[in-house]
Every structure is written in structure tokens, then in C-alpha cells.
């Protein structure tokens, strides 16, 4: 091969079988004059793709020393060196936060950002960053005002609440609020509302980090107002109540509702904190769907302080949101950690764009895509599961079994647990090829679709796939089909016709 050279580094490592190969390892200076290099990064950084080169060269070294490339001709090309490194390049200079398609049946997917944003929203969020806006300026003094005025009075008008705050994420929300009031001084609560969230952060841990001493009562499965009221002392200060969104528990269970909580604390002038997690500003029992406490049903109640996030029911920018009591609030804003935990103008104004659809809640099936997701009839999402059906059978040209079968959609991210919304699914027997294969394959498509496998299939859970995205889903199996090695059928294509009937 015309043109490999022996870089230093390589001239003594491994036997001589690898030494041969490594010597016809192209040399850094070849591929950065490869013309598919100078044609892909000629606007790119040259440092940087240097970089990128070595990389690419070094993981063909990897190869043969690791024994997967052992004869010569088994070496890639330079060309496809080059272009390894130009995918390198635009991997790491590119936007890596790439648009995906999810088949999971997961609507909130924390993996895959959680809820696509409703039109408003986007719309509010470029207004913001388009230029610049008054996040943090009094129109009428031209003085520093708050950041928090654009929303607030939204978050008031929908929950009942006086004042509200909103932070980076729900965990902050909660820890403002322990530390702010139960600084050094003890906050109640029930041993079955110790959660666990996403990334093993758990409640034990916020609480300990804000600086409160956590006093637990009750048993796992049932705590009684009694149990509260024995726990009391003179260094009491908060009463903490935890939605379990993430778990359920059934049958031999009982736990105090907020609103004998709150008339036990206001009794003892103590402060009654409820996370509630999940965040449902409208009760989704209107559309048929399962039960979920509501911000609204918290702040009536009685709650002093309640917290929920902005990515899950509520289907926004991930934030934490506060709601409550006006002095409370008032203290959590003045509190030094409120600098720490604060939201940018992107947050604040996506969130305002998506809080405004719950003022018109019997819209929100036209107006937000998580509860078109949660609401679409099953007959709906089934003719989108066919219309993904035919294409996919198109594809494969019939050498995988494709089938539309009843499924169950989870809400996910902690909320509504083990409570599936019926659905209907693609599924797909992959043949000679392993589902987990064909799954990668889907994965590092473009656009990636992510799905799920079950008993040796690709499960596509055709609720949480859009229509606009059905086409997105043909192509991804293009894509991965190619990859795989497998043989891929173009519709109207007779020439590829004549090859899967040779095939066959």
C-alpha cells in the first residue's frame, strides 16, 4: 500500500504480527491531506482536527493490537480513515444534542430531555434569546427588578396560591425550602415518603444537605396524625410531605392527608412543605387517565410551601416551581442559596409559555404534546402504528416479521407509576440480525430512533411517536439495516424487487 508509514510510537509494540500491520497504519500528515479531510473540515479549527486524526488512526492501532484486524486486508483505507475523522470532528465541534425520535412508550423519557415543548413555549423562548429582553429590569424605574415577576403572576392565578419562586430543578426547590426553615432545627416526616428519585438522590440526602435534622415517623406502609404529634418538640419547625409519584403502594397502607397535616402544624406554628413532585396543574381524570393530586388541591389544603417540578405533568423546561405562602416565599427569596439555585431567561420564559396553556386546560390536548401524547384515543395511535407497519414491511422486504399488537405507554420521569395508558405497538422480529444489534443500529441512525426490546423483538410504541416523525422512522431502519449488513428494499426500487426475489 502506496504511501503508510511507521509512525515512532508504534515501531516496538506487540508481536510481529502486529508490528507488519502497524506499519501500514497511514500516517497522520497522509490523512490530513486526504482530500475527504480537506473537503469535510476546511472551515474547522486545525488543532482540533489534528486531533481528530489521531483518534481516528489510533483506534485502527487499537484494532490490531486487540486482535480484531489481523491481515492487511482487513486495514481500512485512508479515505475511510479520513472520514472517520471528519465524523470525529463533527461529532465534537456539531450540535451533539441532536433531535431523536422516541419509540420507547416513555412520554417524560429523562433520557431524551423529558417533554417536547408546546409551540407557545418555543415561541416565548425565542423571543428571549433572539436579543435581548427585560429578564431582570423594572420598565418603569429602568432599575434591577426581579426575574421572577414574568411568572409569577401565571403560577398564582392557576395554583390559588400568593406568591411563587422557581429554581433549577424540584431538589433545589426543596432543599431552599428545608434549609430556609429548618435550618439547624428538626423537620418531620413519614418514613413511607423517604423516596428515592432519578440518579440515587434521595430525600434523606436533601434533607441532610440543607442542613435540617430529619426526624422519621411512622412505618413504611402506615403513619398516623398521632405519630406527627408524638414526634413534636420545642426544636420542631417543619412538617415535610412527599408525593410518592415514583412508587405506589397498595393494601395494607394509610398515610395523613396535607390537610390535617396543616391543621397540625398551624396549631403548633410550624410549617407545612409539600413536594409534590409530579406537578399536575389540571386534574387528568377528565380525559379517563388515573388520578393525580394537584398543585391546586395542595395550596387549598392548606400547604404552607409546595414544590413540584417543571419537566414532568406540567410538560416544560426542567425547573423547580414554588408556590405558597406570600411571607414564606419572601424568605426563600432572600435566602443566599436562591443566587445558587436561580433560573436563566431561556427557563423562565419557555415556562411561561408552557404554564399559560393551563389556563384554558380543556385545550391542552390541542395545545401541549404531552397531553396530546396522554390523551390521543387508542384508535388514533393505531393508525399510526399501521401507517409505521407498512413502511417498515417495505423496508425489510418482508425478511423481518413486522407486527401491530396492543401495548402500554408509561408516563415516566416519577409520575403516574405502574399505571400503563393503553397503546399500540410495532413490533419487529428482527430474523438472522439480534434485536440488540438492530437497536444500536436504530440508535446511531439519523435522526436516532430509541426503542424498546422485548422478548427478542424492537418494540416501537407508535403513542409517542409523532406523525411528522413516521417518515423519521422508516429512515432510521434504512439507516441501521445498512449498518447491520442487512439488505434494505426502496420502495418502487424494482432493480432491489429482483434482488430480494433472488434472495429469496
Known amino acids: 500500500m502506496c504511501g503508510w508509514k511507521l509512525s515512532m510510537l508504534e515501531r516496538n509494540d506487540g508481536p510481529a504480527t502486529d508490528r507488519g500491520l502497524l506499519a501500514r497504519l497511514p500516517a497522520v500528515a497522509e490523512i490530513l491531506q486526504h482530500p475527504v479531510l480537506v473537503e469535510g473540515c476546511r472551515s474547522d479549527p486545525a488543532s482540533y482536527v489534528t486531533t481528530c486524526v489521531r483518534r481516528a488512526v489510533g483506534e485502527v492501532r487499537e484494532r490490531v493490537l486487540a486482535g480484531e484486524i489481523v491481515r492487511e486486508s482487513e486495514l481500512p483505507d485512508p479515505g475511510r480513515v479520513a472520514r472517520r475523522a471528519v465524523e470525529l470532528v463533527r461529532r465534537g465541534l456539531g450540535n451533539r444534542l441532536v ?4 419509540g420507547t412508550g416513555v412520554i417524560l423519557h429523562t433520557g431524551l430531555g423529558r417533554a417536547p415543548l408546546a409551540p407557545s413555549a418555543r415561541e416565548a423562548l425565542m423571543e428571549a434569546v433572539e436579543r435581548y429582553c427585560i429578564l431582570a429590569t423594572d420598565r418603569e424605574t429602568g432599575k434591577r427588578g426581579d426575574r421572577n415577576i414574568h411568572i409569577d403572576e401565571l403560577l398564582c392565578e392557576i395554583s390559588g396560591a400568593e406568591a411563587s419562586l422557581v429554581v433549577n430543578n424540584n431538589s433545589a426547590a426543596v432543599m431552599l425550602a428545608l434549609h430556609t426553615f429548618g435550618e439547624d432545627r428538626e423537620s418531620i416526616v413519614s418514613r413511607g415518603e423517604l423516596v428515592e428519585i432519578g440518579g440515587s438522590f434521595r430525600v434523606p440526602d436533601v434533607m441532610r444537605r440543607s442542613r435540617t435534622v430529619m426526624v422519621e415517623v411512622g412505618t413504611t406502609n402506615k403513619t398516623h396524625l398521632r405519630d406527627y404529634i408524638a414526634a413534636i418538640t420545642d426544636h420542631t419547625a417543619i412538617l415535610l410531605k412527599v408525593h410518592t409519584s415514583n412508587y405506589r403502594i397498595e393494601g395494607f397502607h394509610a398515610e395523613v392527608p396535607v390537610r390535617e397535616l396543616a391543621d397540625l402544624a398551624h396549631r403548633r406554628g410550624l410549617v407545612v412543605v409539600m413536594d409534590l413532585g409530579s406537578g399536575a396543574l389540571v386534574d387528568i381524570r377528565r380525559w379517563g387517565l388515573p388520578y393525580e393530586p394537584t398543585v391546586q388541591e395542595a395550596v387549598s389544603d392548606g400547604a404552607d410551601i409546595v414544590t413540584f417540578s417543571g419537566d414532568k405533568m406540567l410538560g416544560g423546561p426542567q425547573c423547580g416551581v414554588i408556590v405558597g405562602r406570600r411571607e414564606l416565599v419572601e424568605r426563600m427569596r432572600v435566602n443566599p442559596l436562591m443566587r445558587a439555585f436561580r433560573c436563566d431567561k431561556m427557563t423562565l420564559a419557555a415556562l411561561t409559555g408552557t404554564v399559560r396553556l393551563f389556563l384554558d386546560p380543556d385545550r391542552l390536548p390541542e395545545t401541549h404534546p404531552v397531553y396530546a401524547m396522554l390523551t390521543a384515543p387508542v384508535r388514533a395511535v393505531n393508525r399510526r402504528a399501521r401507517r409505521i407497519a407498512k413502511r417498515l414491511r417495505a ?48 440508535r446511531r441512525a439519523t435522526p436516532p430512533l430509541f426503542t424498546r426490546l422485548e422478548e427478542g423483538r424492537v418494540i416501537i410504541d407508535a403513542r409517542t411517536v409523532a406523525d411528522v416523525e413516521v417518515r423519521m422512522v422508516e429512515e432510521a431502519f434504512r439507516q441501521a439495516l445498512r449498518e ?16 430480494a426475489s433472488r434472495r429469496a
Open 99 to 102: 433531535r431523536a425520535v422516541n
Open 395 to 442: 423496508v425489510t422486504a418482508g425478511r423481518m416479521s413486522v407486527q401491530v399488537e396492543d401495548g402500554s405507554t408509561e408516563m415516566g420521569s416519577g409520575s403516574l407509576p405502574a399505571r400503563g395508558i393503553p397503546s399500540r405497538v410495532v413490533a419487529v422480529d428482527p430474523g438472522r440480525i439480534s434485536a440488540e444489534r438492530l437497536a444500536r443500529g436504530l
Open 484 to 499: 447491520c449488513g442487512g439488505w434494505v428494499m426502496r420502495s418502487g426500487d424494482e432493480a432491489g424487487r429482483k434482488e
